[in-house]
């Protein structure tokens, strides 16, 4: 079974940029698909941008379309989420995870988590 470290997060003003990373460790990340979560405090963790397991097929949150970027490394048997233009609502936790869903005509649908065994996240800060 293969375990998930998220790192990169941290403080920026808006406008700015952060770019997390997810490393997998206990199988390779190229037989999953793989998508990033947030939780911000009071609210309920939310999908924010998911990947197929192969053909690169992807899916964003309106709120953040145009803005994160969301790659998958088979190689470095990571996956990453390059967030530009951060935005006063987007602060939160951000966890990465193996995640389930249909790949068609490159885009990503029906995403959600496979399972409900989260790590410790990432904390992203806005502010200025």
């Known amino acids: 079974q293969v375990q998930l470290v998220e790192s990169g997060g941290g403080p920026v003003q808006p406008g700015g940029s952060l770019r997390l990373s997810c490393a997998a460790s206990g199988d390779t990340l190229e037989d999953y698909a793989v998508g990033w979560f947030r939780q911000a405090p009071g609210k309920a963790r939310e999908v924010v941008s998911c990947?197929?397991?192969?053909?690169?097929?992807?899916s964003d949150a309106d709120s953040v379309k145009g803005r994160f970027t969301i790659s998958k490394d088979n190689a470095k048997n990571t996956a990453t989420l390059q967030m530009n233009n951060l935005k006063p609502e987007d602060p939160a936790i951000y966890y990465c995870a193996t995640v389930r869903g249909t790949s068609r005509g490159g885009n990503f649908y029906l995403c959600e988590a496979r399972g409900n065994d989260w790590g410790q996240g990432t904390q992203v800060t806005v502010s200025s």
């Open positions: 990947i197929s397991r192969t053909d690169g097929g992807r």
